[in-house]
T-cell receptor, first 114, second 119 residues
Framework: EAEVAQSPRYKITEKSQAVAFWCDPI?????LYWYRQILGQGPELLVQFQDESVVDDSQLPKDRFSAERLKGVDSTLKIQPAELGDSAMYLC????????????FGPGTRLLVL | AQSVAQPEDQVNVAEGNPLTVKCTYS??????LFWYVQYPNRGLQFLLK????DNLVKGSYGFEAEFNKSQTSFHLKKPSALVSDSALYFC?????????????????WGAGTKLIIKP
């Protein structure tokens, strides 16, 4: 069964350092999402791609976060510089086009900023 | 405005008993409804969805959900709970009448319900 891949699974960093997360969606899924999830809460959408284009990054803190999906396949989310408040689970999901598409999630990257 | 409510932060059920996790929604048009489960330090796993058709939807791990349009609800159910069902459950909705331009087909997420199954 196809799955969304994410790496690393865990990341510990010091504040002001740069971190990067990688996501490889299910093959053929045009839409890719990055979410941030605080422990015990629902996921918060950071950025949504349709193929290689950003269709929504309204909740992405653009002064420190960036995301790209250069070839419309895998994607990278970067934080520079990391702040203590960035400690969270970062989830990647992918889906087929259209409103009926089910989002399938990767295992997530747990980030701890010290 | 679209919204999802999961009125219970936590549900406690004895193993072997039936379980229900509640979800109500508000959308302008017809809803597409989803349930996900999350185990500790894991991503969200898709359980089931309602798009159209039969109001009773069957999903993974023996779970089912019933779409009730008049009550705008989509409660998750299982006839006999297992200790391994203990996890965090999320309901999500998308308005089927919105366009890509309006909403990017984004899901609106509930706050989650922690399900605890006691042996």
């Amino acid at each position: 069964e196809a799955e969304v891949a994410q790496s690393p699974r865990y990341k510990i960093t010091e504040k002001s350092q740069a971190v990067a997360f990688w996501c490889d969606p299910i093959s053929g899924h045009a839409t890719l999402y990055w979410y941030r999830q605080i422990l015990g809460q629902g996921p918060e959408l950071l950025v949504q791609f349709q193929d290689e284009s950003v269709v929504d990054d309204s909740q992405l803190p653009k002064d420190r976060f960036s995301a790209e999906r250069l070839k419309g396949v895998d994607s990278t989310l970067k934080i520079q510089p990391a702040e203590l408040g960035d400690s969270a689970m970062y989830l990647c999901a992918s889906s087929l086009r259209g409103p009926q598409g089910t989002q399938y999630f990767g295992p997530g990257t747990r980030l701890l900023v010290l | 405005a679209q919204s999802v409510a999961q009125p219970e932060d936590q549900v406690n059920v004895a193993e072997g008993n039936p379980l229900t996790v509640k979800c109500t929604y508000s959308v302008s048009g017809n809803p597409y409804l989803f349930w996900y489960v999350q185990y500790p330090n894991r991503g969200l796993q898709f359980l089931l969805k309602y798009i159209t058709g039969d109001n009773l939807v069957k999903g993974s791990y023996g779970f089912e959900a019933e779409f009730n349009k008049s009550q705008t609800s989509f409660h998750l159910k299982k006839p006999s709970a297992l200790v391994s069902d203990s996890a965090l459950y999320f309901c999500a909705v998308r308005d089927s009448t919105t366009t890509l331009m309006d909403s990017n087909y984004q899901l609106i997420w509930g706050a989650g319900t922690k399900l605890i199954i006691k042996p």
